[in-house]
């Protein structure tokens, strides 16, 4: 298609579609006159009817209402009338026989206006101080105004046709001077094209666009022409060129030969270099490691004078010191207590990087392991965090350093009791026991729902030094450098996954031999004849701390054969256990954080479960009896938990079909001469309860650190006069000393824990120091000579 032909449709639509919008904008302007018209004409009756009719409608007169619609008859453009009622009721209507009310209402009491292609209602409700007494309803044809308004659209249809002809023929005429130009140039540019003669050019006229693309055009073919004859020259020069560079290349080649030796030498050079930069390496390497091996020395020989302040500072705390000599004197143990962490820190990392650390591998009972890490670091987990322990028993050891895998996972959930304020942590572990060679594949996970980490800080934690937010949070920034070494040096990994508010999830996989099936230790026992068997019983304890879990669960296996209870750290977690899972019997404390057995029990029997459920309390107060039984619970233990009550309570729940003679105890281990110290009298009870040397000394352990940590707490509730930390601080050390068999110490205990319990701070400042110097002669943080590490703290000699 030409540029003519193109010129003229672009005209025929651009005016048709101008002609069409003009209509279009006519057609509406006239279609909301109308309606704007109709609507009023309607409103103006409807409120001269509403005035006539508003007593008819206070009475609910229909007759009035009818007469007044009457006078409707001689008005043309209104088809129907309703008068409604306050209840939604037609009270009359026009024509008498017309429709109840008209399809478009649907609200008939509600103002409005209904359009439609045949009809326009309009509803007006009548009211009277305030109240609507009804409405008038009135409808109008709008088929007259619908007719006048096609005929216009009509007409102005016509009109557009018209002018859309008379544009075109004026448009052709007018076209010439922009399509005749373009036609001339489009013939001069074939003519280049095909006849490659860049001599001819297009007529020019006028001053327009078009004139000056002709012009513009001509010299495009005069440059094109002038280049097409430096074009021919420039091929007669280049072939010049050629026979010069191919004579200019072969003496180049000959100079190639000496620039290839010049290379050689080059290249010797650059390995004399490179031999003389492989020993300045060489030093560098060797006084790195004299700096090392320097470090180590320095630190090993700052801890040995360290670890005797330490020993003295505590020594001096038992003697008798003022308040402001207790807190000066606890400031600087604290403070050396840090700076021995930081060194053995140093001295672990100075091992790493020079390739000295050495892993002790033997058969060891991971199972312990992780339970040891979870009680020591439970002490430190701040109020309201709950602590989730899912370790399944293992049935045999695997070849590890004990050592080395407690100071990992210490490590690891020293560092989420840290930064966790709320939430909880969890330890997992999950093993895959189907691996060739006599494998494991052990994937332990450490998560917390603390402060989380910005993806972006990652791996910067995994570099030595370098700490999250140190400004608010202490330690060496080493723990995790440690942590990840260790773990290598073990065949592991160690990922952490985090996500900033919402918490972090460390998880070191590994992957160990296994060693030979652990041998469990206990003495020979049998079950009291007038027992039934209690082996298939399914027992959950819910106890918040973990030396009454332990003790709880020792007696349980030793004198009952119970080995797998289910432990609960909360009431709150006892209540999701028992929505999962089916119990024989529940072991509850009355006090514990977050939800305590009173409350659990109420929540239990409300959803109608009848398990029976034992209180288990360091108290024997009558009134918290009184409030267990209330709750549901079906019977009451006192703290700690005896054999004899157990099986008295197992013979009433669970009889045996028929009695026989029971089973004698173990007898208790005698006493010594003279005032034992309490850590012998703790002991002497585990051992003369459980007959076993072993158990008695894994108890003791615990049981020590448990003191520890609630002497820890006395001190500091003591030092800021806050009675209510000191209240549960003095709950829990009477159920551990009641659990160590140290009724005297516990008696005393439980009447601290009435003052407290009183608010009288003058009494308990006054009695305290005297209970606490019972501690003394606990060891420094350990109840056995090997020591635990502490978070990214190494263990090592001297």
Not at 78 to 107: D, Q, S, Y
Not at 232 to 244: D, K, S, T
Not at 391 to 411: C, E, I, M, Y
Request: some cysteine.
């Amino acid at each position: 298609m030409n540029i003519k032909n193109q010129l003229l449709r672009m005209n025929r639509r651009s005016v048709g579609v101008a002609f069409a919008l003009i209509m279009l904008v006519v057609m509406c302007q006239n279609l909301l006159t109308i309606w704007s018209l109709l609507w009023g004409d309607l409103y103006g009756k409807a409120r001269i009817i509403a005035n006539q009719c508003a007593g008819a409608l206070e009475r609910c007169d229909a007759e009035g209402a009818q007469a007044t619609l009457s006078a409707l008859q001689d008005i043309r453009n209104v088809t129907g009338a309703w008068i409604v009622g306050p209840g939604g009721e037609t009270l009359a209507r026009f024509p008498a026989g017309g429709l109840p009310l008209p399809p478009p209402v649907k609200n008939p009491l509600k103002a409005g206006l209904s359009p439609d292609w045949t009809s326009l209602t309009l509803v007006e409700p009548v009211g009277q101080d305030g109240g609507t007494l009804g409405a008038i309803i009135l409808q109008a044809n709008t088929r007259p105004y619908l007719a006048w308004l096609g005929l216009n659209g009509i007409i102005l249809a016509t009109i557009g046709v018209i002018g859309i002809f008379v544009a075109s023929i004026l448009f052709s005429r007018f076209q010439r001077t922009i399509s005749g130009p373009i036609s001339h140039l489009v013939e001069t540019m074939q003519v280049v094209s095909r006849d490659k003669d860049y001599s001819h050019r297009v007529p020019v006229t006028g001053q327009e666009e078009l004139a000056i693309l002709a012009r513009r055009f001509n010299e495009m073919l005069e440059t094109t022409q002038s280049w097409n004859h430096e074009i021919l020259a420039h091929r007669q020069n280049l072939e010049r060129m050629v026979v010069e560079r191919t004579q200019q290349w072969q003496e180049a080649n000959q100079s190639l030969a000496g620039e290839l030796e010049v290379r050689r030498r080059t290249e010797e050079e650059l390995r004399r270099k490179s031999n003389e930069l492989g020993k300045v390496s060489e030093d560098l390497r060797r006084a790195l490691s004299a700096e090392k091996r320097f470090l180590a020395t320095m630190s090993h020989e700052m801890r040995t004078p360290l670890n005797a302040v330490i020993g003295f500072l505590e020594v001096l705390l038992t003697t008798t010191l003022d308040e402001h000599q207790r807190k000066l004197v606890a400031a600087v143990r604290s403070s050396s207590q840090h700076l021995l962490a930081l060194i053995c820190d140093v001295l672990d990392v100075s091992k790493i990087d020079s390739g000295q650390m050495q892993l002790f591998l033997e058969p060891i009972d991971l199972g312990k392991v992780l339970q040891e890490c979870a009680t020591l670091v439970g002490s430190r987990i701040k109020p309201g965090v709950r602590f989730r322990y899912e370790v399944p028993p293992f049935p045999f050891s695997v070849r590890g350093d004990a050592l080395r895998l407690k100071q990992v996972f210490l490590n690891l959930l020293g560092n989420a009791a840290k930064f966790t304020d709320q939430g909880e942590i969890a330890l997992t572990l999950v093993a895959q026991n189907d691996l060739p060679d006599h494998r494991v594949a052990l994937a332990i996970r450490v998560t917390d729902t603390g402060i989380g980490i910005p993806e972006e800080e990652i791996p910067k934690l995994f570099q030595p030094f370098r700490q999250l937010n140190s400004s608010k949070y202490e330690g060496t920034g080493l723990g995790l450098y440690i942590s990840a070494a260790l773990v290598r040096m073990m065949g592991g990994t160690l990922e952490l996954q985090s996500r900033e508010g919402v918490g972090t999830t460390i998880t070191a996989s590994l992957v160990l031999e296994k060693g030979p099936p652990l041998q469990v230790d206990r003495p020979p026992t049998s079950l009291p004849a007038d027992l039934a068997d209690l082996t298939r019983l399914r027992i959950l304890i819910v106890e918040d701390l973990e030396l009454n879990v332990l003790v709880l669960k020792e007696l349980l296996a030793t004198f009952f054969h119970i080995t797998a209870p289910t432990v609960a750290n909360n009431g709150e977690q006892a209540l999701d256990l028992l929505g999962k899972e089916s119990f024989d019997l529940v072991f509850m404390d009355v006090q514990m954080p977050v939800m305590d057995g009173i409350t659990a029990t109420r929540e239990i029997r409300r959803r109608g479960l009848q398990v029976p459920i034992i209180a288990m309390s360091a108290h024997a107060f009558l009134d918290e009896i009184d409030q267990a039984r209330q709750a549901g619970m079906t019977d009451y233990l006192t703290k700690p938990a005896q054999k004899e009550k157990l099986a008295s309570l197992f013979r009433t729940l669970f009889p045996a079909p028929a009695p026989a003679p029971a089973a004698s105890a173990p007898a208790a281990a005698g006493a010594e001469a003279g005032p034992p110290r309490l850590k012998d009298r703790i002991f002497r009870q585990f051992l003369g309860t459980f007959g076993n040397q072993q158990t008695a000394e894994r108890l003791l352990r615990l049981s020590v650190e448990s003191l520890q940590a609630c002497a820890g707490a006395l001190e500091a509730g003591l030092r800021d006069g806050n009675p209510k930390a000191l209240e549960g601080t003095l709950h829990k050390l009477h159920g551990a000393l009641l659990n160590c068999g140290i009724g005297d110490l516990a008696e005393t205990t439980a009447e601290l824990h009435a003052l407290a319990r009183a608010r009288q701070m003058g009494e308990l400042q006054a009695r305290l120091p005297a209970l606490m110097t019972h501690f003394a002669d606990l060891p420094g943080g350990n109840a056995e000579p090997s020591s635990v590490p502490g978070p990214g703290t190494a263990i090592t000699a001297g």
